[in-house]
């Protein structure tokens, strides 16, 4: 079955370490994002990728990198360089067909410690 | 960017309809309106989209401004399952998300 997968599900890292999510998607979908989603708030866009071997800041880039060397692949790096790294994170990926469904990973929640 | 406008909260009794409506006054021609929801601690998942016309599935109903500046996602019949935040996207390319609407179905 096709699907889009985050790994993994729960992360537990100190403080000045730098920590990569993992996303992987079988859906040959060309674009793919990646979301920050603390308590209570709604989802805030990081990066965002419509082609490989490019990518895109979204409005809260700051301390966090992201690399598109495969169509199939997003990680995410959360870098010491983020300030308040705790949150659940969530991968998404859409095809180039705006008429078409998007879907998501099931997040991985991070704790920094 | 067509950012989206939604309520924070809204309440519904269960069996009941609930109407979720949505601005996005910015949104281009060819952008297709989208819903998805979100249960606590997962992922969201796929509700409904449209671009012009109004659209119908098994989940809910998408009314369409004639505009196209607002939308509005449709339960006929809100069940305890329906509990959830829903949020609506206007911009394909780079898949914002607003704030959402905190949907509370009563028993």
């Known amino acids: 079955d096709g699907g889009i997968t985050q790994s993994p599900k729960y992360l537990f890292r100190k403080e000045g370490q730098n920590v990569t999510l993992s996303c992987e998607q079988n859906?040959?979908?060309?674009?793919m994002y990646w979301y920050r989603q603390d308590p209570g708030q709604g989802l805030r866009l990081i990066y965002y990728?419509?082609?490989?071997?490019?990518?895109q800041k979204g409005d809260i880039a700051e301390g966090y990198s992201v690399s598109r060397e495969k169509k199939e692949s997003f990680p995410l790096t959360v870098t010491s360089a983020q300030k308040n790294p705790t949150a659940f994170y969530l991968c998404?990926?859409?095809?180039?067909?705006?008429?078409?469904?998007?879907?998501f990973g099931q997040g991985t929640r991070l704790t920094v410690v | 960017d067509a950012k989206t406008t939604q309520p924070n909260s809204m309440e519904s009794n269960e069996e009941e309809p609930v109407h979720l409506p949505c601005n996005h006054s910015?949104?281009?021609?060819?952008?297709?309106i989208h819903w998805y929801r979100q249960l606590p601690s997962q992922g969201p998942e796929y509700v409904i989209h449209?671009?012009?016309s109004n659209v119908n599935n098994r989940m809910a109903s998408l009314a369409i401004a004639e505009d196209r500046k607002s939308s509005t996602l449709i339960l006929h019949r809100a069940t305890l399952r329906d509990a959830a935040v829903y949020y609506c996207?206007?911009?394909?390319?780079?898949?914002?998300f607003g704030s959402g609407t905190k949907l509370n179905v009563k028993p």
């Open positions: 990728s419509q082609i490989v071997n490019d990518f």
């Open positions: 996207i206007g911009n394909f390319n780079k898949f914002y």
């Open positions: 910015t949104i281009s021609g060819t952008d297709y």
């Open positions: 449209g671009l012009t």
């Open positions: 859906l040959n979908h060309d674009a």
């Open positions: 998404a990926s859409t095809p180039t067909d705006r008429n078409t469904e998007a879907f």
